[in-house]
């Protein structure tokens, strides 16, 4: 059964830094496409990061510099760093990855605020 667990989530002031974890069962993930989304309350929801099989790596505009995704291969597991958090990365963060069809996490909150 492939499944995708996502956490690390968490409330943290303007600056701080949080690195979220999701946990791949089910398929090997270094072998397909892993993205990081992110979605606010009303808004759609937007690309972040993602992490090719080829082992590129693509990111928001407004990410670029704070945010870094990454493999560990031996877990399964993909994550994403963030650094240098402003409330506006405020939102729920999911994982997403492509088989014959699209597989997301359940989302882990991330809440930017003095």
């Known amino acids: 059964q492939v499944q995708l667990v996502e956490s690390g989530g968490g409330e943290v002031q303007p600056g701080g830094s949080l690195r979220l974890s999701c946990v791949a069962s089910?398929?090997?993930?270094?072998?397909?496409?892993a993205r990081w989304y992110r979605q606010v309350s009303g808004k759609e929801r937007e690309l972040v990061a993602g992490?090719?099989?080829?082992?590129?790596?693509d990111y928001a505009e407004s990410v670029k510099g704070r945010f870094t995704i990454s493999r560990d291969n031996t877990k399964n597991t993909v994550y994403l760093q963030m650094n240098s958090l402003k409330p506006e990365d405020t939102g729920v963060y999911y994982c997403?990855?492509?088989?014959?069809?699209?597989?997301w996490g359940q989302g882990t909150q991330v809440t930017v605020s003095p």
């Open positions: 997403y990855t492509f088989l014959w069809s699209e597989y």
């Open positions: 089910g398929f090997t993930f270094n072998r397909r496409v």
């Open positions: 992490s090719s099989v080829a082992g590129t790596t």
